[in-house]
């Protein structure tokens, strides 16, 4: 079983930017794919970036050049930092990790709101 605390969240103005953290308890967190998703409301939760546990990063587009996903294998923590935020990046902001053939695992959310 594995659980996932996202934090660092919160308001901020557009162009601004913001890190997200999302820390996973357990073991073997290096074999775990990890993404982050976010829902905004009336809409449905959508894929925003995922890094596998090689390293590999991906992106959704409106996203690209302004996010970017890191993971931290020694302290248990993927990472999104992201700049230049616009109002339509405002959603719940949750963390996924899952191995390969695994069940995924999800996090609470964390909210972000942009807004001037």
């Known amino acids: 079983q594995v659980q996932l605390v996202e934090s660092g969240g919160g308001l901020v103005q557009p162009g601004e930017s913001l890190t997200l953290s999302c820390v996973a308890s357990?073991?073997?967190?290096?074999?775990?794919?990890l993404a982050w998703h976010r829902q905004a409301p009336g809409k449905e939760r959508e894929f925003v970036a995922s890094?596998?546990?090689?390293?590999?990063?991906a992106y959704e587009d409106s996203v690209k050049g302004r996010f970017t996903i890191s993971r931290d294998n020694a302290r248990n923590t993927m990472y999104l930092q992201m700049n230049n935020l616009k109002s339509e990046d405002t959603a719940v902001y949750y963390c996924?990790?899952?191995?390969?053939?695994?069940?995924?695992?999800w996090g609470q959310g964390t909210q972000v709101t942009v807004s001037s």
């Open positions: 996924n990790a899952a191995r390969t053939g695994g069940k995924p695992f």
């Open positions: 357990g073991s073997s967190f290096n074999l775990f794919h």
């Open positions: 890094i596998t546990s090689a390293r590999i990063t």
